[in-house]
């Protein structure tokens, strides 16, 4: 594998020189998110395999390539999970992929996204050089926040190595629930059973359906179904993998707007005024819009409501695929692009056109 980390670096160092543009590929499950692919293709699927495994220390340490299948298949031998769910989008994904993509699953309401079960990152920079930040312990938190910083970053720092992970304990039992309610009273639900001990683990509400999932120790989880009522949702596996794939009804839709927007907004925010149809998870915070309205109007909305709004999927790039940054933000994120990537080379453009 030494083999493979130098010929990437040999890469890296004439794209440097040259100012040629590089696109770091895993398998490409996300090649449609972001803005518009530029450069030659960095395949990381080369640099594979999982480096260190301690259950007893609920961590597991991977280089970047390493398919997220294996990982998970690893893990479930045994009984533990990637607890954020990060979405497959195919069979190819990869863990570098899962990191910098930063997307997490319906369990994030409960446990946290992604960048808060990176525990350590090895990361090679523009010039070539191979830095080494946070640790392969959970107490070990130096560097933690540059850490952090990468997931979500869409490669746009640098050529991810390999990432030291978090993992949890698969629950000891689950079930789930299924409530006939408006988006209003189903909003208003959640964040009433959000301020009590109850063991919610993941909800999405969609056409007058409010799904809800319980887990944690069986006593907890029955006293929560009593307490709670409802009906047993009999399909739950389906729903749930459904969702966190997007392969369900609502994302797989080919009729009707082709525009998917996720917008993140205080979990307390009444359903919003916008054309299209909605699916809200994590406690109301997150809401999926299938919309034909315009970029500004949904922007206008959302950021009334105090959130902002991403162009997930189809409709006009050119608006801009992420939120438009705030000028302080947007020169804090144009410096940390300079140090890393100083010649602009890695993922050039795929969060935001100038940098």
């Known amino acids: 594998m030494e083999q493979v980390l130098e010929q990437f670096r040999e890469r890296v160092v004439a ?8 696109r770091i590929r895993g398998g490409g499950s996300k090649d449609w998110y972001g803005q518009a692919l530029q450069g030659e293709i960095l395949d990381t699927r080369e640099y594979s395999g999982i480096l260190a ?3 007893t220390e609920l961590v597991i340490v991977a280089r970047s390539g390493t398919p997220l299948a294996e990982i998970e298949a690893a893990l ?7 607890a954020f769910e990060p979405p497959h989008f195919g069979p190819q994904s990869t863990i570098g992929g899962v990191v910098a993509a930063g997307l997490s699953g319906p369990r994030r309401q ?16 523009g010039k070539g050089d191979v830095l080494r930040f946070g640790g392969q312990v959970m107490k070990n938190v ?29 629950p000891f039992y689950e079930t789930t629930l299924r409530f006939e309610l408006s988006q ?4 208003e639900r959640l964040n009433t059973w959000g301020g009590q001990p109850l063991p919610l683990s993941a909800s999405a509400w969609h056409g007058g359906v409010l799904i809800v999932r319980l887990s944690g120790a069986e006593a907890a989880v029955k006293a929560a179904v009593q307490k709670m009522g409802g009906e047993e949702e009999t399909q739950a596996g389906v729903f749930w993998e459904g969702l966190r794939n997007h392969s369900n009804e ?7 707007p082709t525009s998917l927007w996720r917008l993140s907004v205080p979990s307390v925010t009444p359903p919003l005024d916008l054309e299209g149809e ?13 919309s034909g309205a315009d970029a500004a109007t949904i922007r206008a909305v959302t950021e009334k409501a105090g959130g902002h709004a991403t162009l997930f999927r189809g409709g006009d790039k050119s608006v801009g695929v992420f939120h438009p940054l705030a000028p302080a933000i947007a020169a804090i994120h144009r410096n940390l692009k300079s140090t890393f990537d100083p010649s602009g080379i890695f993922n050039r453009g795929r969060m935001y056109n100038d940098f």
């Not at 209003?184 to 909003?187: G, L, Q």
Request: charged share 20%; glycine share 10%; net charge positive.
């Open 15 to 22: 794209a440097t020189m040259n100012k040629t543009p590089l």
């Open 53 to 55: 495994y301690e259950p």
């Open 76 to 82: 479930d031998a045994r009984n533990q999970m990637l």
């Open 110 to 125: 409960a446990v946290g996204a992604v960048r808060d079960f990176v525990l350590g990152v090895t990361l090679m920079d």
């Open 142 to 170: 130096a560097g933690y926040d540059v850490s952090r910083l990468l997931a979500g970053s869409l490669g746009v720092l640098g050529l991810m190595v390999d990432v030291s992970l978090k993992v949890l304990p698969k």
């Open 184 to 187: 209003k009273e189903a909003i």
């Open 250 to 256: 609502f994302f797989a839709a080919t009729s009707g």
């Open 278 to 290: 909605q699916l809200v998870e994590w406690g109301g915070a997150q809401r999926w819009l299938r």
